[in-house]
């Protein structure tokens, strides 16, 4: 062989290592154990650089995208059936409903700020999208996506009404920066879901943007991002919150790094069959920043009283927070039923708009930990159902603090009668307890649910036992329940 034949074998040589030897580094297991949930963790493919590709001016949001899709070709056509863009799911059976339902965030109420419909230009902030301002917002058009919101790496991109940019933002270097989403693009809005840092969920809030491990084991001791777990295909995330959620398709769950028993005692693996890993795993959430936990919208509007934004803001009534948050227990296969506007309320009952399906002799279901937030709003007492008010919008509440005016302005946009005479009545959501788990070091030990009194976390007998499980049998079988059974109980050893 030629000295020159070799010197371009040499160059091949060096060219093919240097393509090759990165793939093979993210896609081959980490040293250490071959059984450790980390390998089951995707490698994280390097993002393209777009400084020079993107290096032009931009005069709108909409110029951005158009620009994106020169490149990723059919890639609007995969968001425009996302969720981020929707805010809808696909029909679903519900137990107890004789129709298909419709479930998504742009049909639904909740006991936060309520509902969309009337307060479109504020709510959409948060949207996937530019110009949501009314009803009749086109979700074919999908010039209006917004690739920066989740793909801005310069941290400078800030969404304001209608979801459009504010003003000062520089979309050239912001377009420049893009990349792959990571945690600063997701908690832009999920940490702030409600109306505010911290306010919703519980388990999400601006303290996971650089936490500790104390905070999150897994963003602060491994340093993951959001889509290390909420895995993405053709922008389809997984992951749904039992919020809006009536079905259990397309979750995310611990066994998709983890191993079904991975404890070194059978003892502890052999409580997979009643708890989520969550359960044990996250003793308690809101650790660094308190979260909502009670909002009564009847005392808004009372120009008299001292605004604080944790105790009471005039356009939103009276709050409860609370720190280092110990959830509450329940039964839950994946799946919650859903209040709808027009489902008739007993006014003197407390409400659940999103409670979780499953219970003891449920197969499907584990006990979860769970936020409860609880609310007094307001309702119809000739109609005897929860109403949609405008709050945000050119005659909502937050305008004029007239109930009444702000009650016919829904109903307009909700086409849900309002009959002229209101109050309040009290309702509840629930939030599962997922993010925020703690080293296992600080997992729940036994006592704190088999305590000496039977006065743990649990609350043994609302979840179907007659009894702590651990002296009464662990069985959650019907036999188990049987009226013979709850009055002469054996006690295991």
């Known amino acids: 062989m030629s000295a020159r034949s070799l010197r371009w ?3 091949w040589v060096a060219i093919a290592a240097v393509i090759l030897l990165p793939l093979f580094w993210m896609y081959s297991p980490p040293p250490g154990n071959s059984d450790s949930p980390w390998n089951s963790v995707p490698a994280r493919l390097p993002a393209v650089e777009h400084t020079a590709l993107l290096d032009q001016t931009f005069e709108s949001p909409q110029a951005v995208t158009a620009r994106c899709l020169e490149c990723h070709q059919g890639v609007d056509q995969e968001l425009r ?12 059976v519900v137990e107890g409903r004789s129709e298909l339902v419709s479930g998504g965030k742009r049909n639904v109420i909740n006991n936060f700020c309520i509902g969309i419909k009337g307060n479109w230009a504020s709510c959409t902030a948060c949207h996937a999208g530019y110009g949501w301002t009314d009803g009749s917002y ?17 941290g400078t991109y800030v969404k304001g009404s209608a979801g459009l940019p504010v003003k000062g933002v520089d979309l050239r270097e912001v377009a420049m920066s893009v990349g792959k989403p990571g945690r600063n693009n997701c908690g832009s809005c999920h940490f702030n879901g409600g ?32 889509t290390d777990c909420h895995r993405t295909r053709d922008h389809q995330i997984a992951g749904r919150s039992t919020s809006v959620s009536m079905d259990n398709e397309n979750q995310v769950r611990c066994t998709d790094c983890h191993a079904s028993a991975p404890h070194k005692e059978q003892r502890l693996d052999s409580h997979g069959h009643a708890l989520a890993c969550q359960t044990c795993h996250i003793p308690e959430t809101a650790r660094r920043r308190a979260t909502k936990t009670h909002w009564d919208w009847s005392t808004a509007g009372d120009e008299s009283r001292e605004e ?8 939103k009534g009276s709050f409860a927070y609370e720190q280092q948050l110990k959830p509450s227990y329940l039964w839950f296969n994946g799946k919650a039923n859903r209040y709808l506007l027009g489902d008739p309320i007993d006014p003197d009952e407390v409400t659940p708009l999103n409670h979780p399906l499953g219970d003891i002799n449920d197969p499907e279901a584990r006990i979860w930990p769970f936020k409860v937030h609880t609310a007094s709003q307001v309702y119809d007492r000739l ?16 305008n004029n603090f007239d109930w009444d005016s702000a009650l016919r302005s829904g109903s307009e946009h909700t086409g849900l009668a309002y009959s002229g005479d209101y109050d309040f009545t009290d309702t509840s959501m629930y939030w599962p ?20 009194d039977e006065q743990g ?4 007998q609302a979840l179907g036992y007659p009894g702590d499980p651990l002296r009464w049998g662990g069985r959650r079988d019907a036999s188990y329940l049987s009226p013979t059974t709850l009055t002469t109980p054996e006690k295991t050893p």
């Open 457 to 460: 976390r649990l609350d043994w």
């Open 138 to 154: 086109d979700f074919d058009a999908t010039e209006n996506l917004d690739c920066l919101v989740c793909h801005d790496g310069s």
């Open 81 to 92: 059936h996302s969720s981020h863009w929707t805010w809808d799911r696909p029909p679903v």
């Open 9 to 11: 074998l040499w160059i």
């Open 195 to 226: 109306g505010g840092d911290a306010v919703k969920h519980g388990d999400l809030d601006a303290s996971l943007f650089y936490p500790s491990e104390n905070v999150d084991v897994h963003m602060g001791r491994y340093d993951f991002v959001c």
């Open 383 to 398: 109609n005897r159902y929860l109403l949609q008010p405008e709050t945000s919008g050119p005659r909502g509440f937050w």
């Open 433 to 452: 307890q997922t993010h925020m788990v703690a080293p296992k070091g600080r997992a729940l030990q036994c006592l704190d649910c088999h305590s000496e």
């Open 308 to 315: 604080d934004e944790h105790q009471y803001l005039r356009i």
